[in-house]
């Protein structure tokens, strides 16, 4: 990490630390648009040093980790989240720092235990997922019936299941995007309708995540409405291991499990947004964030405590250089992401009839803290600055597309243009939704590389002539 | 590791696995020693291919850890463990298969929770330590003292502490052999006395252990009789980071803890015991062993089924190898470990009168499953058997002495001389005493080399003329 931060810096340095190397290209370039792009080099200098000698994002997330800890969508420690976000915004100089609020149906955690009855009595590490029903309260007590992957669920017979706790397993698989998660999510997300159709009672997954620690992952799941709902939970990657092998042996094997979340009617959540107004173009907005709910599970630090921490943190880089933006910095700590992006509609709903359409760029910050390592574009015109953010940053364009971010794909959708910096999330799932995501798992060189690139871009698309929304 | 194991079946093929090579050395060494050898050569090389080609110990390890799981000393599940073990080494082929019966206090688990009351309050993961007497059964709120390390704690004035409850952070340091462990270890096995010295009520430490997981490793404690006893219990890593960080806000933190756990009464124990009887020196025996009981949060997987399965499975390869040792190679799943090495002292008692003076060479494997990388003598001659022993593995001799092993200790100090292959252990703790102890930690290829160089040590003992004992 150390070496490709001293060539990120190298990079930058390149390109506009020596003012002899500036004040040459800005007597030799004729072209107005390279012009431009070697002043503004020397601005960007400036951000990145700041960002990278500082411990902006670190000290947020610490904050918000340590004094808050696990924050649910809906729940009285969300509430404090925000006010802690709103004291938080106002200390780093935003302006206008207010607090959304909308309203949300609240799932609390209950109980979850569970055990192998027979032939093997053994405890198991379990955890319900978002939005399940409960067990009976006694819990229920039934035989397994084992899926090697959710694709056997899928294609076996609609019937058969009748009275049977169903186990689908299934690994997902590392890499450095993240590309696995979204197969492997197929069984949380439908794995209880497609059990029920079949005639089951209760559905264990083993966990959507990467790593081999006795932690289960939660994550939402849904439900098809014209099927009966029966409870799902996750097991930690060596408990499903454990089952597998129980139930390599070939004999019956029962397992008993109590859940009791439930839904308890509806509680407020909120949207909390600072801002860095602009000179000269005010009503145009750059929209950077993170969301400021996490699980229950831990403290939700690189879940998304760092991404508050590096959009905020990138806001307080910017005001600390004494720059002044012409378009509007917007920070964004959306609300209830986890529950279903609750935060990140609401934002549409609340925007959509004012300033939406004046959004020229948005991007957030949800996949942890790893190092940015490739730039991708979700704009229709002015790609260039996008490349310009990258240039400075030392990153290649991806081929990829992209909507932004889980939080800002609600207004990628109403046309709002977006980028985003893909951050090396090779362990994310290994701390993802466990009760292992915490603190001490940011690096404070990586996180700070992270501030380097938002400020970069919340610069460059403040400053940019380009309108990327294509008119 | 794969080259490693390579280099080590290159190795013994050098000593042994050519007919010609070992014709010739016959018949050209007149050093009657050196003959020995090559012959000893050829078997030892019989019994590594095997034991590298199979799973002994890793199936072993597998039986053990899925069909009984947590089994703690005195506990039901450890009585189950060594209805297993009896069967297992039955089904393995050790004849005189046998249950040492031992009485021993019972200490079981409770409840165990703690949270940050103020300022910010925060569930955090502990555990009891074992042997910890309870809290009130509605728990303790108190104030914390912190003490950045147990020797802070003991330097401190001999008053001042009157109804907090004491942290004691301090850091363990990774290391190839565990010499870590020692040193950290001080505040879990005295933190309670020196606390209650000087008033406290209570004490928290950060877990013995070397990894960031929000796993509480557990472990035995003591209390000194004068001294009053009060609850000491560990916390997670994680959990340690975020209370000191609470703490270095210079607020008043208070903690509030609930631990029930408790002395049950005397419960039954036993070693259990199996072995390959000598064709010409049976009443002279070869000890090896592991302990058969684990801490009840994980499964025991590499502390100690991996030492089960080393020794059996070792003597499984010998059985399966078809040489018949001269000497009796005894197999020892000692009971109770964990609480007090009561196994092994019951061992000392049963065997001192009979035939513990009969113990040529004894040796256990409680490190986990990581390769054997040197070897430790503790004979009082015939040491360059030992020296053939590493040879043969292809490893280096260390210059440190060696008890055998914690079950091999009190055996030690009666006398028995011992030998030890060191296991490369720097990730042994960890998972040391936590859930995460669990079978997918185990390396089929590793677990495979000890295996080799188990039966290289019983084969070589038994063989060897030499008596380890000095006479």
Not at 265 to 274: A, E
């Amino acid at each position: 990490m150390r070496s490709f931060l001293i060539s990120l810096l190298a990079t930058s340095c390149l390109l506009g630390c020596s003012d002899a190397k500036i004040d040459s290209g800005e007597a030799s370039q004729s072209n107005s648009e390279a012009k431009v792009k070697t002043v503004r080099s020397r601005e960007v200098d400036k951000l990145i040093k700041i960002a990278m000698a500082g411990t902006h994002a670190y000290d947020i997330t610490e904050s918000l980790t340590t004094e808050i800890g696990p924050r649910v969508g809906g729940s009285p420690e969300e509430a404090k989240a925000r006010e802690w976000a709103v004291k938080k915004f106002k200390e780093i100089g935003l302006q206008n720092v207010r607090i959304e609020p909308f309203t949300m149906p609240y799932w609390e955690r209950g109980i979850e235990t569970a055990a192998i009855v027979s032939p093997f009595p053994q405890q198991l590490y379990i955890t319900s997922l978002g939005g399940s029903v409960a067990t009976p309260s006694e819990g229920i007590e039934a035989e397994i019936a084992f899926f090697p992957t959710f694709e056997d669920l899928k294609t076996a017979p609609e019937s058969g299941l009748e009275g049977k706790i169903v186990f689908i397993s299934g690994r997902m698989e590392k890499a450095p995007d993240g590309a696995g998660y979204g197969p492997a999510n197929q069984k949380r997300r439908l794995g209880a309708t497609e059990a029920a159709k079949r005639g089951a009672i209760a559905v264990v997954i083993r966990s959507v995540g990467t790593d081999s620690h006795r932690f289960p992952h939660t994550g939402m799941m849904r439900y098809q409405e014209d099927i009966k709902k029966i409870p799902i939970a996750a097991l930690s990657a060596p408990d499903a291991d454990q089952l597998e092998r129980t139930l390599k042996r070939g004999q019956k094997v029962s397992l008993k499990m109590t859940l009791t979340p439930k839904w308890s009617g509806d509680r407020q959540s909120g949207n909390v947004i600072g801002q860095i107004t602009g000179t000269e173009r005010p009503d145009e907005i750059v929209l950077v964030g993170g969301h400021l709910d996490s699980w229950d599970l831990g403290t939700g630090a690189v879940d998304d405590g760092a991404g508050i921490g590096i959009s905020a943190g990138a806001a307080q880089v910017i005001l600390e250089s004494g720059l002044k933006p012409k378009r509007t910095l917007r920070v964004v700590a959306f609300g209830a992401e986890e529950v279903g992006l609750l935060g990140a509609y609401a934002y549409v709903k609340a925007h959509k009839d004012t300033d939406l359409d004046r959004h020229v760029l948005a991007t957030e910050s949800d996949f942890g803290a790893g190092p940015a390592y490739e730039v991708k574009s979700g704009v229709r015109s002015g790609e260039h600055v996008i490349r310009d953010m990258a240039n400075a940053m030392g990153l290649p364009m991806s081929e990829g597309a992209t909507n932004g971010g889980p939080d800002i794909g609600p207004m990628f959708s109403e046309g709002v243009p977006v980028m985003r910096f893909q951050q090396e999330g090779t362990d994310y799932f290994d701390l993802h939704h466990t009760p292992d995501d915490t603190f001490d798992k940011i690096n404070p060189d990586e996180i700070a590389q992270n501030v380097a690139a938002f400020a970069t871009m919340m610069w460059l698309a403040s400053e940019a002539d380009t309108d990327f929304r294509g008119q």
